[in-house]
């Protein structure tokens, strides 16, 4: 019997993957199927995919062409499952032409005429949302990149108040405005990076705009405000998505995940750091506008795992800050307490001072490290009291999470149009839990209406 081997994504099958199915299985007398895993596909770049492996299987396997089906998790199973099926033929399209010629040492490689005019590209562009983001900081040519990279977006307008902070890519956009209205015009959906005094207000009039809205955590300054923005936005069958890219690194969500399933026993204590030196002060010297205080650079991170692996609704949360003596709202360093029944959660966060930014989770068997910068992470360590016990984890991260998050946006939205509701196709994405939402929302209001917070001047 001639076994035949072919791979792919099948991401909305189409006619050119059943052309290809066919002709594959005309090459012998039994084809296996090779459908890629969601992990497979992030890592090696494919970020786009929109149907889930099981929908994609289900699809291959309703053709009746595949006699099996298995699934691509690893580079390298090509030859793992050549020798483990005895495969006499590798085939894909021509698209491929070169790249497996290393499969010929255990099988005949062929390469099949791609089918012109049809791909999974293309189907999923179909569905195009034009796209706006507000921001007023250089951190929108990074997103406008990311954004290149996912289908079915297209960045149409950006509202910014400093044009000079843009790069020659952004500035091709057609609109780049300093009005917030004209922005909400042109677009479907708003991404808002402004600063998180204007979030509230933003997100508020989008959503009565009628657009999708992803806004940078905190979305509001106090769990109210927050639930009123969540209402607007269920009432309008209208997704708004708190946006923080670390929770959509994968490394971090599998540290979670393993946390979770008891790995490190049972969690006494979080403890996050971040920091940096550029406060974004300057030139704009004491706007608030521009001016990122360490509280607004770095709260809503800090805060992120200690919610998500702790709670979020801790029994106390304290504030430790240095202060510019000018301006007390501007914090320059913060220590925050979040207090539980059994377990204590600490954040350090400075914009203007600078400490090692690790990750550190303790449990009652071992703890979780992850090294600094923990938020952009790519690994992380489980440590226990016998080193010989430690284990080494390492996930592929790309676009320091943006890109994923952005597909889970659009993807919400999909879910949302066909009729789920908002907390539905939230918890489907595995994006952050409204409460973690709220919870971020209300610390950082309550710091900054001086609740619970010790201020100090810094040393001269
Ligand atoms: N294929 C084909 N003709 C097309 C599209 C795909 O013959 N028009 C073949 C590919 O060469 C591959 C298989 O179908 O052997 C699965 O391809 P896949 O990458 O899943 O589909 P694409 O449509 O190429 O997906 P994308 O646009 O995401 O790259």
Known sequence: MMKVITYGTYDHLHR?????????????????????????????GKINVQQPLEERIAAVRATGIADKIIVEEYEGQKIDDIKRYGVDIFTVGSDWVGHFDYLNEYCKVQYLERTSGVSSTEIRSLKIKRCGLVGYTGYMNRVYAECGLVNGLEVVAICTKDRSLLSKGPLGVPLITDDYDELLNAVDLVYIHSHPNCHYSQVKKALIAGKHVMCEAPIAKSADECDELFSLADDLGLVL?????????????????????GRIGDVVSVDATCTNLNTNRLPYSLSHETAWSS??????????PIFQILGANPERVQFSSLC????????????????????????????????EGSLVVSGTKGYVYVPAPWWKTDYFEIRYENPSDNRRYFYQLDGEGIRFEWVSFLRMIE???????GVEALRREGGIEREITRATCEAIGSFERGERVRFMEVHK
């Open 415 to 421: 879910s949302v149009c066909e009729g789920s509701d």
């Open 324 to 355: 510019d003596p000018n301006d007390k709202a501007f914090d320059i360093f913060s220590r925050i307490n979040v207090e539980y029944g059994g377990a204590v959660g600490s954040a350090k966060v400075g914009a203007g001072a600078k400490s």
């Open 16 to 44: 050119g993957h059943i052309r290809l199915l066919k002709r594959a299985k005309a090459l012998g007398d039994y084809l296996i199927v090779g459908v890629t895993s969601d992990d497979f596909d992030k890592q090696r």
């Open 295 to 304: 509280m607004t650079a770095w709260g809503p991170t800090a805060l992120l």
């Open 241 to 261: 998505m708190d946006s923080l890219r670390t929770a959509y690194s994968t490394a971090y969500v599998r540290m979670l995940l393993l946390v979770a399933g």
